[in-house]
């Protein structure tokens, strides 16, 4: 019984996270298209360290 009801959560699951996917992908775009218009943004990330010392996105445990 539980193996009927696992498969379509997993596929729900999967569904969000692909439009989880998509919502930062617009996000992200949208955050370089802002800070290619501003000269601030565009100094901060124009220092390495900050991308560098920036710790990976994930989901949490």
């Known amino acids: ?24 992908e617009a996000l992200d775009r949208e955050f370089v298209e802002l800070a290619r218009d501003d000269a601030v943004a565009r100094r901060l990330t124009s220092i390495p360290v900050l991308v560098f010392s920036m710790p990976p996105l994930s989901p949490p445990l």
């Open 1 to 24: 019984m539980a193996g009927r009801r696992m498969h379509p959560l997993l596929i729900e699951i999967r569904e969000e996270w692909l439009d989880l996917d998509r919502r930062v």
